[in-house]
C-alpha cells in the first residue's frame, strides 16, 4: 500500500476551501458558491480515488493508517485510519456535501446573513465529518466529535428558520452533555488504560481488549452512550432533533441527519461494543428496547405531523431506531445492515429534505404540508422525484434502504424473534405516514396560490436540482440491487467487531421458531 | 531555645525576582514624590514593565533552583507559579496602561478621594490629572503573589497575603466610571478581607500553639509524631484553610467576588481574576500538601463539600445574571471549584493540573475582560448582557476572541480550558475521587449554557436601535487580546510543552 496520507489530503481540502472562500470579498458571492463546489468535487475524488485501492482482504483492522505524536504526555496521537465501516460513512459525507451545495445554490443570500460564510461553514463541517470517521485515536475522535458542533451551531443558528436560535441552543445544549459525559468516560478509560499498560494511551487498537471489572466497564459504557444515543438520537433523546431539523435549511438539515447523527449509531459499533464488551452485552436489552420504542414512537409522531420537517425528522428517529436495534443484537447480518441502512439512510434522508427544500423555495418557504397539493399536476418531474425519495424513505424493496431495514429484522430475528417482529410494525406505520404525505402534496387540487396562472405558479425542476438529486436516485439503486462492493467492504469490519465482543453468529434455526439464545 | 538572633542563610539569587519586583515598587513610591507630574506616567510605565520583565527573565534563568532559603521555598511549583503571576502581571499592566478607550483617559479616577461627579473631580480630569501611583501599588501585589506562593511558613505567608491584599483593596476603588460601586467594592473587599486575614492569623496561632512551630514542614513533623486529633490541630486547620478559601474564592467564603469583580475597573479585575487565584491556590497546595499532607484523609472530606459546593453554586448562580461582569465573576467561582477537585487529588498530577489549569484560566479571564473594557457605552462600559446583543455583526473580531475565551471556560476541545479540565479531572480519579468527577461533569454542563449564552447574543441576536460602541484600543489592548486568544488556542492544541513543565515542576520540597 502506498504511503501517501489519503485521509489527511482528504480532510484537508476541503478546509483549505474554506479559508480561501472566506478570504474572497463580500461580493464574490457566487464565486463563493463554484469554489466550494470545485473543493468539495476534488475530495470526492480523491475519496473515490482513495476507495478503489481499498483491499477488502487485508486483515489488518485499518487501513491507509497515518500516526503522528501530538500529545505525548497525555498518551494523544493524531492517528487516523479506516476500516470498510469507515469508509463508506467517508464516502458518504464526501457526496452529500457536494450534493448539499449545489441543491443550496439560493439558499442564503446577503440579507440572511454572508454567502460565503455559509458554504466556508459546510466545508469546515466536511474536514471534522472525515475526520470524525477516521479518527483512530479516541482522543481524536472526540476532539472532531465535539469541534463539529461548532460549524453546524452556527450553520442551524445563523442561516435557518425564525426560532434558529432557540433550536441551535438545544442542539448545542444537548450535545454538550452529551459531550461531557463521554468526556468523563474518556478519562476513565485513560486512567484505567494508564493502570493497566503502565502509560496511558487513547490509541484505539491499545483500548480493544483491555480488561476492566464489570462495574468500571459498565460506568464508562454509560458515558459514551449518552453521547451517542444523544447524537443519533435515540429515544428518548430525540427531542432536539425536530426542532434542528425545522429550523435548519434543507441542505443544514441534510447534513445535521444525514452525516453527523450517524456519527453516534458509528460510534457505538467502533468504540462502544470492542471496548466495553461484557457492558455493551449487559446493557444491550435496555438498548434494544429504546430502539423498539424510537421506532414505533418516532412512526406514530410522524404519522401527525403538519410540517414535512418535522415529519421527516420524527422519520429518521424512527430509522435510527432500526440502525441501532441492528446493532445492538450483535449478529453479522444486523449489524451489516445496520451500516448499509446507515448510507441509506442517509442518502434517502438526503433526497427527501433536498426536494422538500425545492418545494418550499417554490412557496415562499412555508414547510406546512397542508400548503401544498397536486404537484403532480403543475410539476410532474418534481412531484416524480418526491415520490422517489418518499419511497426511499420507506424502504421500497429494490432500494437500498430495504435492504438494510431487512437486513436488520432479519438479523434481530435470529435472536429476538418477537423484536423483529413488533419492529416491523414499524415499517408499516413509515408507509402509512409516507403515502400520506404524498398523497397530501402531490395529489389533489392545486392551491390557488401556485396554480397556473397566479403570481407564483409552481415550476418544475431546474437543470441544477436535477444534478443535485441524480446523484443520490442513482446510488439508492445501484446499492439497492447491487450491494455486493459496498457489503464486501463492510463485512470484513463488522466480523472484526463481533469477534471483539467474543460473539458468533447462531446457526440458523429453522425449526424451531422462538427459540433464541 | 537560643536568644540570639541568627540572620538566616540567603540564596539571594533564588529570591532575585522578588527583590527586583519589590525595589521597583518602592522606587515608583519614590517616584510619585519626587518626579514632576508630566513625565510621572511614562517612568512608571517603564519601571513597571521593566521590573516585571526583568523578573520573569531572572526567573527564568533560575528555572532548575530547588532551594529552600530562610522561610521560602523557590521550588518547582513556587518557579512556576510565579512565572505564570509575572507572566498575568505583564499582560494586565498592559491593559492598565490603556488610555485610548476612555474618551477621559485611563480607567483610573484622578484622584479617589475627590467625591464623584463632583467640581473637583471635573476640575482634575480636564486639567489631565491620572492617579499613577496605581503602578507601584500593582507593583507590590505582584511581590505579595509571589512571596505567597513561596511562603514556607505560616507567619511569612501571612505577610505575604497582607502585602498582596492591601494594593487590591486600593486598586478596586479607584475606578473612574461607576465610582460608587467601586468604592463599595473597595470597601467590601477589604472589611471581608480583614475577616479573613482575621481568620488566618488566629488559625496559624492555633497551629503554632500545637506544633510549636510556625514552619509547614514542622507541623507536618509535628503531626507525625503526634497522631490522632486535638481541638486545637481542628480549629487552626480550619481557620487558616478559611483565610486561604477565602482569597480563592470558594463556597461558602464567596460573598465578596461579584461585588468586587463587578465595581472594579476591568484592567483591576482582569488582574485580581487571573493572578490572585494562581497565588492563593499556590499557598493553598503548599499548605494542605507540604504541613497536611500526612493528614489528607481528614480533611479530604471537608475539601469535598466545599468543592461541590463550590461547582454547582458558582455554575448555577451564575445562570440568573445579568451582568456580564457579575456573571463572569460566578463563572470565576465555579472555575475554582474545578481546580479544587485538581486539589483534592493529592498527587504529583494534582499539582501539574492545577498548574496548568490556571494558566489556561488566567490568560482567557484577562481575554474576557479586555473584550469587555472595549464594549462601551456613554464613556463607562456596557456590562449588562442585553447591550451585548448582536455585537458579533458590529465586531466580528472581537466577538469571536470573546466566543473563544468562553469556550475556553466551558471546557470544549482545541482550548486550553478543555485540556485544563481534562488533567484537573484525571488527577482526580487516579485519586479515587470519580463521584466529584461526576459532579464536575454536571457543573460543567450548567456553566457550558451561561457561556453559550453569550455567544448566542452576540452572533444570533438582532442589535438594538442606540446599541454600544467598539471602541477601537490602542496598541496595548490589542497585545492583550492577541497574547490572550494565542495562549488559549496554543495550550489546547499544542499543550505538550507546558504539560512538560508542569510535569517537572509538581513536587514541593520540604
Known amino acids: ?517 | 531555645m537560643d536568644d540570639v538572633l541568627i540572620a538566616p542563610d540567603i540564596d539571594y539569587l533564588a529570591v532575585a525576582p522578588m527583590i527586583i519586583v519589590g525595589v521597583t515598587a518602592v522606587v515608583g513610591v519614590l517616584v510619585e514624590a519626587f518626579a514632576p507630574r508630566r513625565p510621572r506616567r511614562g517612568i512608571q510605565l517603564v519601571l513597571t514593565f521593566g521590573a516585571l520583565i526583568a523578573a520573569f527573565v531572572v526567573l527564568i534563568s533560575q528555572a532548575g533552583t530547588r532551594v529552600i532559603t530562610g522561610s521560602l521555598a523557590i521550588d518547582g511549583p513556587s518557579l512556576v507559579l510565579q512565572g505564570l503571576i509575572l507572566l498575568i502581571a505583564i499582560v494586565s499592566a498592559m491593559l492598565m496602561a490603556e488610555r485610548r478607550v476612555d474618551p477621559a483617559g485611563d480607567a483610573f479616577s484622578p484622584r479617589a478621594s475627590a467625591l464623584p461627579g463632583s467640581e473637583e473631580e471635573r476640575v482634575l480630569s480636564t486639567r489631565g490629572f491620572m492617579q499613577t501611583e496605581v503602578w507601584p501599588l500593582m507593583l507590590f501585589a505582584v511581590v505579595g503573589m509571589m512571596l505567597f506562593t513561596a511562603a514556607n511558613d505560616l507567619l511569612v505567608m501571612f505577610i505575604a497575603l497582607e502585602i498582596m491584599s492591601l494594593p487590591l483593596y486600593l486598586l478596586a476603588g479607584m475606578s473612574r466610571r461607576r465610582r460608587l460601586l467601586s468604592q463599595e467594592a473597595a470597601l467590601k473587599y477589604f472589611i471581608l478581607g480583614a475577616f479573613s486575614s482575621a481568620f488566618f492569623i488566629f488559625g496559624a496561632a492555633m497551629l503554632y500553639g500545637f506544633s510549636g512551630t510556625i514552619s509547614l514542614p514542622g507541623i507536618a513533623d509535628a503531626l507525625s509524631a503526634n497522631p490522632g486529633q486535638t481541638p486545637l490541630i481542628f480549629i487552626g486547620f480550619g481557620l487558616v484553610v478559611i483565610g486561604l478559601l477565602f482569597k480563592v474564592g470558594a463556597v461558602p467564603f464567596h460573598q465578596w467576588v461579584p461585588d468586587v469583580y463587578q465595581g472594579s475597573p476591568s484592567a483591576v479585575t482582569a488582574f485580581m481574576a487571573a493572578a490572585v487565584k494562581v497565588a492563593a491556590f499556590g499557598a493553598l497546595l503548599r499548605f494542605l500538601y507540604v504541613a497536611f499532607g500526612g493528614a489528607r484523609w481528614d480533611w479530604q472530606p471537608a475539601l469535598w463539600i466545599i468543592a461541590i459546593a463550590t461547582m454547582l453554586v458558582g455554575s448555577i448562580l451564575a445562570i440568573t445574571q445579568t451582568d456580564i461582569k457579575r456573571m463572569l465573576a460566578y463563572s470565576s467561582i465555579a472555575q475554582a471549584g474545578f481546580i479544587l477537585v485538581g486539589v483534592i487529588a493529592v498527587n504529583p498530577e494534582g499539582v501539574a493540573a492545577v498548574m496548568f489549569y490556571l494558566a489556561a484560566y488566567g490568560f482567557a479571564t484577562l481575554g474576557a475582560f479586555a473584550v469587555i473594557s472595549l464594549v462601551r457605552q456613554d464613556g463607562g462600559e456596557a456590562t449588562h448582557l442585553s447591550n451585548w446583543a448582536g455585537l458579533g455583526k458590529r465586531s466580528p473580531v472581537l466577538a469571536l476572541s470573546m466566543s473563544l475565551f468562553m469556550l475556553s471556560f466551558a471546557g470544549i476541545p482545541l482550548t486550553s480550558g478543555f485540556i485544563g479540565k481534562f488533567t484537573v479531572f484525571e488527577a482526580a480519579i487516579l485519586a479515587d475521587a470519580v463521584p466529584l468527577v461526576i459532579v464536575g461533569v454536571i457543573a460543567s454542563i450548567i456553566a457550558a449554557f451561561f457561556y453559550v449564552r453569550v455567544i448566542v447574543l452576540m452572533f444570533f441576536t438582532e442589535p438594538a436601535e442606540v446599541g454600544p460602541t467598539v471602541v477601537l484600543p490602542s496598541v496595548f489592548t490589542t497585545l492583550v487580546l492577541a497574547i490572550s486568544v494565542a495562549v488559549t488556542v496554543i495550550l489546547g492544541v499544542f499543550p505538550q510543552p507546558v504539560l512538560d513543565l508542569v510535569e517537572q515542576a509538581n513536587v514541593f520540597l520540604r
Open chain 1, 1 to 517: 500500500m502506498s504511503n501517501f496520507p489519503w485521509l489527511t489530503t482528504i480532510g484537508v481540502i476541503p478546509l483549505i476551501g474554506a479559508v480561501v472562500v472566506m478570504l474572497l470579498p463580500r461580493s464574490k458571492g457566487l464565486l463563493a458558491k463554484q469554489l466550494a463546489l470545485v473543493f468539495s468535487l476534488i475530495a470526492l475524488g480523491m475519496t473515490i480515488a482513495m476507495a478503489l485501492q481499498f483491499d477488502a482482504d487485508v486483515t489488518d483492522p485499518f487501513q491507509f493508517s497515518e500516526s503522528a505524536s501530538w500529545i505525548p504526555a497525555l498518551g494523544i496521537s493524531y492517528s487516523v485510519g479506516v476500516d470498510g465501516i469507515g469508509l463508506v460513512l467517508i464516502g458518504l459525507a464526501a457526496t452529500l456535501v457536494p450534493v448539499v451545495i449545489l441543491a443550496g445554490w439560493h439558499d442564503v443570500d446577503e440579507e440572511l446573513g454572508s454567502v460565503k460564510g455559509y458554504f466556508a461553514l459546510i466545508l469546515v463541517l466536511q474536514t471534522l465529518m472525515i475526520g470524525v470517521f477516521a479518527a483512530t485515536d479516541v482522543f481524536l475522535f472526540y476532539v472532531f466529535f465535539e469541534a463539529m458542533l461548532v460549524p453546524i451551531y452556527f450553520l442551524i443558528g445563523r442561516y435557518g428558520g425564525p426560532q434558529r436560535a432557540y433550536a441551535a441552543v438545544k442542539f448545542l445544549i444537548y450535545s454538550l452533555v452529551g459531550g461531557l459525559f463521554m468526556l468523563a468516560s474518556l478519562i476513565g478509560l485513560y486512567v484505567v488504560s494508564g493502570r493497566q499498560l503502565g502509560e496511558g494511551t487513547f490509541d484505539f487498537l491499545s483500548l480493544v481488549g483491555l480488561e476492566m471489572d464489570s462495574t468500571t466497564q459498565r460506568l464508562l459504557f454509560l458515558g459514551f452512550f449518552f453521547a451517542f444515543a444523544i447524537k443519533a438520537p435515540l429515544f428518548p433523546f430525540h427531542t432536539w432533533l425536530p426542532d434542528a431539523a425545522k429550523e435548519s435549511t434543507p441542505g443544514t438539515a441534510v447534513l445535521l441527519i444525514g452525516v453527523l447523527d450517524k456519527v453516534g449509531t458509528f460510534g457505538m459499533i467502533r468504540y462502544l461494543l470492542p471496548i466495553f464488551p461484557e457492558a455493551s452485552q449487559f446493557y444491550a436489552p435496555v438498548v434494544i428496547a429504546m430502539a423498539v420504542i424510537g421506532i414505533l414512537y418516532g412512526a406514530l409522531v410522524a404519522l401527525g405531523q403538519n410540517d414535512m420537517k418535522r415529519l421527516f425528522a420524527y422519520s429518521s428517529m424512527s430509522h435510527f431506531g432500526f440502525i441501532a436495534l441492528g446493532i445492538f443484537v450483535f449478529t453479522n447480518i444486523g449489524m451489516s445492515g445496520s451500516v448499509l441502512y446507515m448510507v441509506a439512510h442517509g442518502l434517502s434522508t438526503a433526497a427527501v429534505f433536498l426536494v422538500a427544500g425545492f418545494l418550499m423555495a417554490r412557496r415562499g418557504g412555508s414547510s406546512l404540508i397542508s400548503d401544498y397539493g397536486g404537484i403532480s399536476k403543475v410539476a410532474p418531474v418534481l412531484a416524480g422525484f418526491l415520490l422517489f425519495a418518499a419511497l426511499s424513505s420507506l424502504a421500497l424493496p429494490g432500494l437500498a434502504s430495504f435492504l438494510g431495514e431487512f437486513m436488520v429484522l432479519l438479523g434481530t430475528f435470529q435472536i429476538y424473534p418477537w423484536v423483529a417482529v413488533v419492529a416491523t410494525l414499524g415499517i408499516v406505520f413509515t408507509a402509512a405516514y409516507v403515502l400520506r404525505f404524498y398523497q397530501r402534496t402531490a395529489t389533489g387540487p392545486v392551491p390557488a396560490a401556485y396554480a397556473p396562472g397566479s403570481a407564483h405558479p409552481m415550476t418544475d425542476v431546474k437543470a441544477r436540482e436535477v444534478t443535485a438529486l441524480a446523484p443520490l436516485v442513482l446510488l439508492t439503486i445501484v446499492l439497492g440491487v447491487f450491494p455486493t462492493p459496498a457489503l464486501d467492504v463492510i463485512n470484513p469490519a463488522v466480523e472484526w467487531t463481533q469477534q471483539t465482543l467474543g460473539v458468533v453468529d447462531p446457526p440458523p434455526q429453522i425449526d424451531t421458531p422462538g427459540g433464541g439464545q
